[in-house]
């Protein structure tokens, strides 16, 4: 009921608008507007942050993305059973038969080992984003999109036949 005492107001109040000033003889515009089919994209460094503008805005809708604790889990051994990945800042660390759990946020591991079964469970976040670009992969390749089991995370496993020591470092979250 109250969008639509306001919508008549409004119209109500244009009405007005014209009758009184619109038939004066001369009126002047006084709005400027861009050309909004010449305007290019952003362009961004390799170092610079671009924000695009959106057509539809969704308040509160992109997750923010915290910042990784400073303390620095060295040289620790993590073995037969689950590690959440999101906040883990671990140097030199072992993982051996594993189940990692994902959600998106900031993780920093560097010059770890991984040994044996390694199982990644992605949820929240992190499934959304490896939906959609498994999505847009497909589309890519005109398939239809691989199928979708709402609300359970993705679920990948690998094994380690020998020992594989690497770096893996999400690109926010990280101290500067």
């Given at each position: 009921?109250?969008?639509?005492?306001?919508?008549?107001?409004?119209?109500a109040l244009g009405i007005c608008s014209v009758l009184l000033f619109g038939f004066s003889g001369s009126h002047t515009s006084t709005i400027v507007q861009s050309p909004s089919s010449q305007a290019k994209p952003p362009q961004a460094r390799p170092d610079e942050k671009v924000e695009m503008k959106s057509i539809v805005i969704v308040r509160n809708a992109i997750p923010?993305?915290?910042?990784?604790?400073?303390?620095?889990?060295?040289?620790?051994?993590?073995?037969?059973?689950?590690?959440?990945?999101d906040g883990l800042n671990c140097s030199g660390c072992k993982f051996k038969n594993v189940v990692f759990s994902y959600g998106g946020g900031?993780?920093?591991?560097?010059?770890?080992?991984?040994?044996?079964?390694?199982?990644?469970?992605?949820?929240?976040?992190?499934?959304?984003?490896?939906?959609?670009v498994a999505y847009l992969q497909a589309v890519s390749k005109r398939q239809g999109p691989p199928p979708l089991n709402?609300?359970?995370?993705?679920?990948?496993?690998t094994i380690f036949s020998s020992p594989f020591t690497g770096d893996l470092i999400t690109p926010f979250g990280q101290p500067k």
């Open positions: 009921m109250c969008k639509v005492t306001v919508a008549l107001g409004s119209f923010v993305v915290p910042a990784l604790p400073d303390a620095d889990l060295g040289d620790m051994l993590i073995h037969d059973g689950p590690q959440t990945l900031p993780t920093r591991l560097v010059n770890c080992s991984f040994e044996g079964t390694i199982q990644l469970t992605l949820t929240g976040a992190a499934a959304n984003t490896a939906r959609t709402p609300n359970l995370p993705i679920m990948r496993t």
